[in-house]
């Protein structure tokens, strides 16, 4: 349906030329007469009514419905917007003193230097300094620093912190003198957005009572946010020609998914699978890459904020490409001009040592393990 849109002057216009036609008698509609002032009220009416019939209009459809009308109109199907995700990383405890143990319990927190973003120690069985008898993590006698897991405590893209960002122990840890992160927090992701609901929205419609392969791809996109995956046909989970066995490979942006995330993904492509099918679920297998390279900078450039901008521009980059997809080398030369005006040439730009795109397998993902860019 098509609204014919109209502005203030035009309904006053359209008005006078109606009143006029309905008398033989001139009319006084000038600016300040009485009739004047009678239909420019009534045109004040209109354009609100004009408006409410807009507001209707707009939460009729999911297209043009936002926030919480689309959460509304969504909410008839059953179909509910992702939540907000965490950001996680690694941070180095170290101390001055190694003359005891140290017990670094979950849930101890830090915090960003300027004390707005602030993380949680979180439990990894697998870390060699993890204790299953304390339930904590031990820094023992001799060792100077360890490097644990944390995660953000809110919710939300704010969570995204650069390295060195996580200076502060905001919970007392004895025998614990500092905390700091060599590496950024990533993955903290904000609620879904209405563009991208819209679209996952056309998937669940498209994928109702279908054991197809859109179905098992809205599967696993429901499971969270910012998940990539790839999913090979007629494969076992060894990688071997299979009728009827599918593989499945998926990644949260660590290169290393959880068992539980895992799990969870298992379970929602369970429901959806074609009767008879057999699947596996497999983390990525992870490449990494070394990243190297001379820049030119202008003569007046703040060199060391420039080369910063670079390095997380690279680092952003490159370990959130998806599951399957490689890394051109001149892309990361763009990178690196696009981080800053300054940046006027890049120079004896190296990926694993050669100036080769890094191509990786469907089931493959690049991580970046070290990235070094100079003048």
Known sequence: MKLNLQTFSTIVANS?????????????????????????????ITLWLQWLVICVMRIMRASTSAGSDLDSWMGDFGFTRLP???????????????????TIAPDALVRTADGTQTFS?????????????LGAYVLASGVTS?????????????????AGAITTIASPIAGVDMVANALGATNGRDAEQDAAFRSRFVLFINSRSQATRIAVEYAISC????????????????????????LVTVDDGSGCPSATLLSAVNSAID?????????????????????SANVTLTANANQSAVLAA???????????????????????????????????????????GNSLDIAVSVVGIIKLSNLSVTL
């Not at 120690?121 to 008898?133: E, L, P, Q």
């Open 310 to 352: 670079i390095e997380t521009q690279i680092t952003n980059f490159v370990n959130n490409l998806p599951v399957g997809v490689g890394l051109p080398i001149t892309r990361v030369a763009q990178l690196a001009y696009d981080a800053d005006p300054s940046v006027i040439n890049v120079r004896n730009l190296v990926l694993n």
């Open 84 to 102: 907000s995700s965490c950001a996680f990383g690694v941070v180095t405890f170290s101390r001055y003193n190694v003359s005891n143990n140290a």
């Open 271 to 291: 429901v959806v699978r074609p009767i008879g099918s057999v699947f596996t679920i497999q983390p990525p297998t992870v490449q990494l890459v070394a990243v």
């Open 223 to 246: 499971v969270q946010q910012g998940l990539s995956y790839s999913i090979q046909e007629n494969l076992d989970g060894s990688g071997n020609s299979r009728n009827g066995s599918f």
């Open 146 to 162: 360890i490097d644990l897991p944390v995660v953000a405590t809110v919710a939300g893209v704010a969570g995204n912190v650069q």
């Open 121 to 133: 120690v979180s439990t990894d069985a697998a870390n060699v300094a993890w204790n299953t008898a």
């Open 16 to 44: 006078a030329a109606a009143v006029q036609a309905g008398t033989a008698q001139l009319l006084d509609l000038s600016t300040g007469s009485l009739l004047r002032a009678i239909l420019e009220a009534n045109a004040s």
